[in-house]
């Protein structure tokens, strides 16, 4: 098996059998009985406790994730994900009794949360631990085999991943394969009892595809242009603080749902652009450059990517708060541009860095058409005081998930699901969702040899019809 996780030699042959072997260790029961799942999941818990600093510094190379950022999103979220399953696993796992019908009378009914078997989890590079870690989480919980495939841009984290949960965990029922996309395509291949996808809609569709082959499920946890309505009716030092913090202090934008662009009233937008730009100073100082408190861009290509966004000709003269770049710290700082054309660049795609467009409306509700003519994002965010337009847009705008007054923290909420609709994705998990995402649902109806009424059977006599 050693050869198999050499990096660049995995291939098909060698993910064929790790499937197989994983599958034999699921065969064998093993990973079913609550005992396995919460050694796993305590063993887990015990990893993120003992190897927090090494997950910091892993990060920190990666993508100069400030250490605190660090700490909260893949540390400290990612512990409460575990110990959240590890309390809640014996209820989870018990099985919940329905009412029957009164035709099958005298019986009993309940659903059985099943384990699904041996299941795969590629993750990407922005939170490189968390988006790893809590689907394993979810996928241990339900009795699952896994094997994670993390991201090859987060080459750090993706090789601490591979040495801590080796290290840590049952490695008969739980794997790490390292690589990009030669090694995926090949785990692709294989028949997988469910597969979880992180990324982009791109890829998204080549994994739908490959499951297609073996009718495998998928969930897709993909991303798009997460818009945030600004009303002016609201408290403009807090909304501006927020939306910062759902931007540039979140991974200097490079997250699922950090806000992609705003959407705010034609009058009211000079006075949200000077809140932003003193609260920005607030946060990063007058030079964003020194700053140790953002991220910076994870690759060349990724800055590449971001710079041909600001170097469309349609956006020339919008930009209202230019960003330095440094292309060789991989660092752009906060960036405004005001009213760029929806046929720009910057409104076509999902921005995925320090970039913020301002679109400006003469009715607020004019930004519910906007938000309407684009792919259903991963997350929409509403400013505002108006509880009737809180309720609109609850109502109204179809979102994976939303937010009111602020913005990402509908991630950390226990109890809320977490996915994408539309191009956003397909299926959610976190806590009991994760659970029940990798687990079967299986209908199971008890009866008695009492009560055995010819009436269901042959012959059909008259008598029987007429009833
Ligand atoms: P990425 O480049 O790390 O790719 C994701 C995964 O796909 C990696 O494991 C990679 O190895 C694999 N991959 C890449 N090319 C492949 C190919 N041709 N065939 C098979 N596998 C391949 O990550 P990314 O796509 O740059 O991530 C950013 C995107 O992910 C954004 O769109 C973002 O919104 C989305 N995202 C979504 C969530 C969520 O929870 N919904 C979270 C984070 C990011």
Same mark, same amino acid.
């Given at each position: 098996?050693?050869?198999?996780?050499?990096?660049? =030699?995995?291939?098909?042959?060698?993910?064929?059998?790790?499937?197989?072997?994983?599958?034999?260790?699921?065969?064998?029961?093993?990973?079913?009985?609550?005992?396995?799942?919460?050694?796993?999941?305590?063993?887990?818990?015990?990893?993120?406790?003992?190897?927090?600093? $090494?997950?910091?510094?892993? =990060?920190?190379?990666?993508?100069?994730?400030? @250490? !605190?950022?660090?700490?909260?999103?893949?540390?400290?979220?990612?512990?409460?994900?575990?110990?959240?399953?590890?309390?809640?696993?014996?209820?989870? +796992?018990?099985?919940?009794?329905?009412?029957?019908?009164?035709?099958?009378?005298?019986?009993?009914?309940?659903?059985?949360?099943?384990?699904?078997?041996?299941?795969?989890?590629?993750?990407?590079?922005?939170?490189?631990?968390?988006?790893?870690?809590? /689907?394993?989480?979810?996928? *241990?919980? &339900?009795?699952?085999?896994?094997?994670?495939? /993390?991201?090859?841009?987060?080459? &750090?984290?993706?090789?601490?991943?591979?040495?801590?949960?080796?290290?840590?965990? $049952?490695?008969?029922?739980?794997?790490?394969?390292?690589?990009?996309?030669?090694?995926?395509?090949?785990?692709?291949? @294989?028949?997988? $009892?469910?597969?979880?996808?992180?990324?982009?809609?791109?890829?998204?569709?080549?994994? +739908?595809?490959?499951?297609?082959?073996?009718?495998?499920?998928?969930?897709?946890?993909?991303?798009?242009?997460?818009?945030?309505?600004?009303?002016?009716?609201?408290?403009? @030092?807090?909304?501006?603080?927020?939306?910062?913090?759902?931007?540039?202090?979140?991974?200097?934008?490079? &997250?699922? *749902?950090?806000?992609?662009?705003?959407?705010?009233?034609?009058?009211?937008?000079?006075?949200?652009?000077?809140?932003?730009?003193?609260? !920005?100073?607030?946060?990063?100082?007058?030079?964003?450059?020194?700053?140790?408190?953002?991220?910076?861009?994870?690759?060349?290509?990724?800055?590449?990517? !971001?710079?041909?966004?600001?170097?469309? $000709?349609?956006?020339?003269?919008? *930009? =209202?708060?230019?960003?330095?770049?440094?292309?060789?710290?991989?660092?752009?700082?906060?960036?405004?541009?005001?009213?760029?054309?929806?046929?720009?660049?910057? +409104?076509?795609?999902?921005?995925?860095? /320090?970039?913020?467009?301002?679109?400006?409306?003469?009715?607020?509700?004019?930004?519910?058409?906007?938000?309407?003519?684009?792919?259903?994002?991963?997350?929409?965010?509403?400013?505002?005081?108006?509880?009737?337009?809180?309720?609109?847009?609850?109502?109204?705008?179809?979102?994976?998930?939303?937010?009111?007054?602020?913005?990402?923290?509908?991630?950390?909420? /226990?109890?809320?699901?977490?996915?994408?609709?539309?191009?956003?994705?397909?299926?959610?998990?976190?806590?009991?969702?994760?659970?029940?995402?990798?687990?079967?649902?299986?209908?199971?109806?008890?009866?008695?040899?009492?009560?055995?009424?010819?009436?269901?059977?042959?012959?059909?006599?008259?008598?029987?019809?007429?009833?």
């Amino acid at each position: 098996m050693e050869e198999a996780k050499e990096k660049g =030699v995995f291939n098909e042959e060698k993910a064929c059998l790790v499937v197989k072997e994983l599958r034999k260790s699921f065969d064998s029961g093993k990973t079913r009985s609550y005992k396995w799942r919460i050694s796993q999941l305590e063993a887990m818990a015990k990893m993120i406790e003992e190897r927090e600093k $090494d997950i910091i510094e892993a =990060v920190d190379k990666d993508l100069s994730k400030p @250490q !605190l950022e660090a700490y909260i999103a893949e540390v400290s979220q990612t512990k409460s994900s575990c110990s959240e399953a590890i309390k809640a696993l014996h209820q989870w +796992m018990k099985p919940t009794k329905v009412k029957t019908a009164i035709t099958t009378y005298p019986s009993s009914a309940e659903i059985v949360s099943e384990p699904l078997g041996v299941v795969l989890i590629i993750s990407t590079w922005n939170f490189p631990f968390l988006l790893s870690l809590d /689907p394993v989480i979810g996928a *241990i919980a &339900a009795g699952n085999a896994v094997v994670l495939k /993390p991201s090859e841009v987060a080459p &750090a984290s993706s090789a601490l991943l591979a040495d801590m949960l080796t290290k840590y965990l $049952d490695n008969s029922a739980v794997r790490v394969i390292e690589g990009g996309a030669p090694q995926t395509t090949a785990l692709l291949e @294989q028949k997988w $009892d469910k597969i979880l996808y992180t990324g982009n809609a791109r890829v998204g569709r080549i994994v +739908m595809a490959a499951a297609t082959k073996h009718l495998t499920p998928v969930i897709l946890e993909l991303g798009g242009k997460c818009p945030a309505l600004v009303d002016s009716n609201l408290n403009l @030092q807090v909304a501006a603080r927020r939306l910062i913090a759902g931007k540039w202090a979140c991974n200097n934008g490079q &997250a699922c *749902i950090s806000v992609d662009y705003i959407i705010t009233l034609k009058h009211f937008a000079p006075t949200l652009i000077n809140a932003l730009k003193e609260e !920005l100073e607030q946060f990063f100082g007058k030079d964003p450059m020194k700053s140790k408190d953002m991220s910076r861009i994870v690759s060349s290509s990724h800055f590449s990517r !971001l710079l041909k966004l600001l170097n469309d $000709d349609k956006i020339s003269d919008k *930009i =209202v708060l230019e960003g330095q770049k440094d292309e060789d710290q991989l660092k752009i700082a906060p960036t405004i541009i005001l009213d760029a054309p929806d046929d720009s660049l910057v +409104m076509q795609e999902e921005i995925f860095g /320090p970039i913020m467009p301002i679109i400006t409306v003469d009715k607020i509700e004019d930004g519910f058409d906007i938000i309407k003519s684009k792919p259903k994002p991963l997350a929409a965010y509403l400013f505002t005081n108006n509880e009737d337009l809180k309720k609109s847009f609850v109502e109204n705008i179809s979102s994976g998930g939303m937010l009111i007054n602020d913005t990402v923290l509908q991630v950390v909420t /226990p109890g809320l699901p977490f996915g994408g609709v539309g191009e956003s994705g397909m299926g959610s998990y976190h806590g009991k969702f994760s659970f029940d995402e990798f687990s079967h649902k299986k209908g199971v109806l008890y009866r008695s040899f009492k009560g055995d009424s010819s009436m269901r059977y042959p012959p059909y006599t008259p008598k029987k019809q007429s009833l």
